[in-house]
């Protein structure tokens, strides 16, 4: 089973739901901005992804610099507090698979955890192409030429 946390409204989010969905995939759709957090949700998340509360702070687009949770004093805790009050603070998309969870920013980060790819060539919504006619994950300077 693969579950992402997504939001409709995020390129990157859209990205990861297609590539998972082009490689055959059903996944479990989480809209966390409509279904909100839970604190143990959260912990659960980020322990399993291996990212701090911190590294899985949304700095843009979001409240968090109105907030003051750009400081380097605000503990994970309030954080976390923070998170719960205003879902969109956590950046997305994060995905888990049988193979881990991981927040998937490129987007092209979520094949880590599939075990099938799309077939190649394959390109995200703004026309990048990440996957060759093989369907080989292309390098850095390649994917952006």
Known sequence: MIVIHHNPECGTSRNVLQIIQDAGYTPVIVEYLQDGWTRNQL???????????????RTSKSPAKELGLLDENVTDEALIT?????PVLVNRPIVCSPK??????PSEAV?????NWPAGPYFKEDGE?????????????????
Do not use: Y
């Open 43 to 57: 912990l659960g998340l980020f322990a399993a992804a291996n990212i701090t509360p911190r590294e899985a702070l």
């Open 129 to 145: 192409q990440i996957l060759d006619e093989q369907g080989r994950l292309l390098s850095e300077p390649e994917a952006h030429q």
């Open 100 to 105: 881990g969870v991981k927040l998937c920013r």
């Open 111 to 115: 094949l880590d955890l599939l075990d």
């Open 82 to 86: 923070a998170m719960l009050e205003h």
